[in-house]
């Protein structure tokens, strides 16, 4: 079982920046990908920002050039930071990983945590 934290979301204006964390703890063998999915009011779930283990990033286009996300194997921990905040941005923000043993992965996600951008 993997447990999945985020934190850092809150309450900024446009134009502000914020860094959200997510740690992964329990019994893991190999995060094979962590990343950053937000779901705004009345919509679905999207990607945000992944990064494998090996350090490939995929970002939305809407946060390419703005938002950066990092990772700390060693902490089993994901970073993103969001630069250039715009209104359109907010939403709960939701960190996946990705675990495999043995042949087989699993995803765990977190419980989300808000980020409010106001105009």
């Known amino acids: 079982q993997v447990d999945v934290v985020e934190s850092g979301g809150g309450l900024v204006q446009a134009g502000e920046s914020l860094r959200l964390s997510c740690v992964a703890s329990g019994t893991i063998r190999n995060l094979d990908s962590m990343g950053w999915y937000r779901q705004a009011p009345e919509n679905q779930r999207e990607l945000v920002a992944t990064?494998?283990?090996?350090?490939?990033?995929d970002y939305a286009t809407s946060v390419a050039g703005r938002f950066t996300i990092s990772r700390d194997n060693a902490k089993n921990t994901a970073y993103l930071k969001m630069n250039s905040l715009k209104p359109e941005d907010t939403g709960v923000y939701y960190c996946?990983?990705?675990?495999?043993?043995?042949?087989?992965?699993?995803?765990?996600w977190g419980q989300g945590t808000q980020v409010t951008v106001s105009s």
């Open positions: 990064m494998s283990i090996g350090g490939i990033t």
């Open positions: 996946k990983v990705i675990e495999s043993r043995w042949g087989v992965s699993r995803d765990y």
